[in-house]
């Protein structure tokens, strides 16, 4: 049993260093985490790199030095098949087959729901490194050279399993399900060139899929909404690159603009329902920052009722940041100024 795990653990080993760059990254995990990064060294600037977890250390008996591994439910129904590498007992135990070619295994994406991540953002920019701007109002995050937002989906090519990357792990088997069901049954599975970057015309497609994909495993209110608003900055982003003195590119931000605006309403409306409905943190917001992002979105729908509404809870909660309360107060300013005209 002991050689059969260090035979497991270098192959683990031997998985973590194809995926090499010189930078520490963390793998898409499962069962419980101690600690611990991948290092990789003498990357090649501009390259993605895919992360995939197939084991995890479910105990480790430290008397008589003994690794007891499982699989990664995301990879285990693949895993199962490759009998001529590894076996499992009735308990779900994995165990390296005696003799089997680890350099053979077939380290290989497959039609299981994997993510990947995109970790060559600092090379992409002129500096190598990205710096953080004033968010939007709507505190839509900024960045200089770099939109952070198109790399928030993941998506798997093979099965059309697409989620924002905060829930992309936490998908139930009745979820499941349904994806397979009605949308792996009839997703082309495609091959995605190598690319140094997203445009915005991927993340947009990604950003619809997920949004779909939501729809279908019947998510919370919420994650729809927060999908939706996502989907809303990417388009604002979109808009902000083209100009309006090519009439081409006119056309294509309103068209922009006029699809921000469709998404923007339908994450409003989702969000004024899922604060009667589920539990805080909603979308990782605490009330305050959940008030004060539907304040600034009913101040773009006019409703300056309700935007004040939501003001005032902010200005008088003892938890409220002194950085979020002087935000409220030049919204609650702006809904006065409008007021009077």
């Known amino acids: 049993m002991l050689q059969h795990a260090k035979k ?13 760059m010189s930078a520490t990254v963390f793998a898409a995990q499962e069962g419980p985490l101690t600690g611990g990064s991948i290092t990789i060294n003498d990357a ?4 993605t790199y895919d992360a995939y977890q197939i084991l995890y250390l479910e105990s480790y008996d430290a008397a008589a030095n003994a690794y007891a591994y499982k699989a990664n439910s995301v990879w ?3 895993l199962e098949t490759q009998t001529a590498f590894v076996s499992f007992d009735e308990q779900g ?5 005696e003799g089997a070619d680890a350099a053979a295994f077939p380290a290989r994406r497959t039609g299981n729901a994997v993510r990947t991540v995109k970790l060559c953002a600092g090379t992409r920019t002129k500096s190598g490194k990205t710096r953080r701007l004033q968010p939007d109002r709507d505190l839509r995050p900024r960045f200089q050279y770099i939109d952070t937002l198109k790399y928030d989906v993941f998506s798997c090519p093979h099965c059309g399993y697409s989620a924002l990357a905060r829930d992309f792990d936490n998908i139930i088997p009745a979820r499941a399900k ?5 949308i792996s049954s009839k997703f ?4 995605e060139p190598e690319a140094d970057f997203y445009t915005y015309d991927m993340a947009i497609a990604r950003y619809k899929l997920a949004l779909l994909n939501t729809t279908v495993k019947k998510g919370k209110e919420s ?7 996502k989907l809303a900055w990417i388009l604002r982003g979109k808009a902000d690159t083209l100009s309006e003195d090519i009439p081409e590119e006119k056309e294509a931000k309103k068209k922009c603009q006029e699809e921000e605006e469709v998404f923007y309403q339908q ?3 989702g969000f004024s329902k899922a604060i009667s409905e589920e539990m805080y943190p909603i979308c990782g917001m605490d009330e305050n920052t959940m008030d004060y992002l539907l304040a600034c979105m009913s101040y773009h729908f006019e409703k300056y009722e309700m935007a004040s509404k939501c003001l005032a809870r902010v200005l008088t909660s003892s938890n409220a940041s002194r950085r979020l309360k002087d935000m409220a107060l030049e919204l609650k300013e702006d809904i006065v100024a409008q007021l009077k005209h």
């Open 8 to 20: 497991l653990v270098c192959l683990l080993l031997a998985l973590v260093m194809v995926f090499a």
């Open 44 to 47: 090649v600037p501009n390259q």
């Open 76 to 78: 285990k129904t693949w």
């Open 93 to 97: 135990y994995v165990t390296w087959v």
């Open 178 to 182: 349904l994806i397979r069901e009605q």
């Open 188 to 191: 082309t599975p495609q091959e």
């Open 223 to 229: 994650e729809k909404a927060y999908t939706c608003l």
């Open 267 to 269: 994450a409003y409306e």
